[in-house]
């Protein structure tokens, strides 16, 4: 599919987009030449061929789930401005 210099202008005028007619000339060559790859890419046979999540078969190697830090709660609330059962009290910024 190759894309007309009219259809360029009226993408360009929809995107927004103040385009020169040698940017629209760039522009048009580059997205035909997207399009003829996007072709090229659906004219592959792919009957048979599972879909993938990835291009290689790999797994995540996983880490044991544990703690590996200390409880440090009474010392961040202790050097708190306000704190009431258990939770940091900040000001109102919002009414």
Do not use: C, W
């Not at 190759?2 to 040698?22: E, G, H, I, Q």
């Amino acid at each position: 599919m190759s894309l007309s210099t009219a259809d360029v202008r009226k993408v360009a005028r929809l995107a927004r987009l103040a385009m020169d007619d040698t940017e629209i000339e760039a522009a048009r060559s580059q997205l035909s030449g997207i399009f003829e790859l996007i072709e090229e890419m659906q004219a592959v046979n792919t009957q048979g061929i599972e879909p993938m999540s990835h291009a290689q078969e790999l797994s995540q190697r996983l880490r044991e789930d544990k703690v590996t830090e200390s409880d440090q709660r009474e010392l961040f609330q202790g050097i708190a401005p306000q704190i009431e059962s258990g939770l940091y009290l900040v000001p109102q910024v919002i009414e």
